[in-house]
């Protein structure tokens, strides 16, 4: 596997104004939320730290600038996450601009591309929303089924069914569930309209248990038709090592739910047929090579140790026996090292964690150049990440559009090509973002 792998940072700007990092140094002025700034190149500590400067002048010391920019920072992340319309910038090999195709989003999660041109985008809270044309249609889908929204849990992926032109089937994954018990489920409806019909429950991860986090959930349909979905250990690392637990793992469907005969783990006392991979903390990305057919995932490390792997039919990838990681509390090194007989290593970690979510192959036409590049989104160091294989080695990384639309929470190859993104962002200022290329300038 690749480590210390040196990252570059591509993503400078080419154009675009500067003049409204002066928003943050001014807050006594006359500019108000109602003028701000266009561009979403701030942070919200680094800024927020300014901007408390800025109000209590230079005996603010950085501790209690820290402390004070706590409840600014809300305020500060409001207006600075407005993403800019056109922003130009360069990077290692296209020059690329963003263009905000979407704003009006409550923290989206994933996105589809309809055969009409549309786009289906979901919202944590539990909508499922419709672009069209860069519009937001106010009016979500109806007939979504009921979701836990609660910490990280709530409406999460969509995908389309192979044969959507002619079945309709929208697939959804979700955290659903009460209180201490609650897990990841995924459904599917026929969308007809502006509605979702014949809503059927497909799988639902077991047992249920309490808490928020870690259900993952990425949805992928293979080259031939079966169904991945991720999951999460549901912050219970010991469940990701069991085979006859459904959390910590990668499951593969049928379209229809039922389980794939060849499924690794079909017919192994103690363990649950629908399991493909064990040994994942929370996979948020998940993508087919287009041209090999190989399947990448990433998953969030604990405090470090996020990791790129190949997913394969009844692979252990070690969590939480072998980590990158450290605790979080302690900063004590995760289980017992690094490699052990029989668990995979990663292709790719990312010590510090970026926080991955979202991931795709580019096989767009429209950046010739990052054929065959994969994208993560990055919600805790707020970038893209474009990652060069060779083969199923990561040979180089750069990081695009860093610190400037807030926390990536999705990236997909459109049909058309570009490159979308949705920013993880509360209502209003949750932005669906579109890579077009630029003319080098
Ligand atoms: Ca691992």
Redesign the pocket.
Known sequence: MSRGLPVRRGAGRTSGSRADRSHFRRPGGNRGPARAPKHGQVTATGPSARFIKGLYGRRVGRLRAALLAVPVAAAVFAISNLPARADVFASEEHTFRVVTVATGLDHPWGLAFLPDGRLLVTERSGRLRTVTEGRLDPQPVGGVPRVRASGQGGLLDVALHPDFRENGWVYLSYAAGQWRRAGTEVARGRLRGNRLEEVEKLFRALPKSGGGRHFGSRLRFAPDGHLFVTLGDRGERHRAQDPGDHAGSIVRLRDDGTVPPDNPFVGVDGALPEVYTI?NRNVQGLAFHPQTGALFAHEHGPRGGD?V?VVRAGIN???PV??YGREYMTGIPVGQGTRREGM?Q?IHQWTPSIAPSGLTVYDGDRFPRWRGNLFAGALKLRHLARLVLDGERVVQEERLIEDRYGRIRDVRTGPDGLIYVLTDAPAPYGALLRLEPAPAG
């Open positions: 040994g990791e792997n990838y070690g969590w072998i980590s995979a990663p």
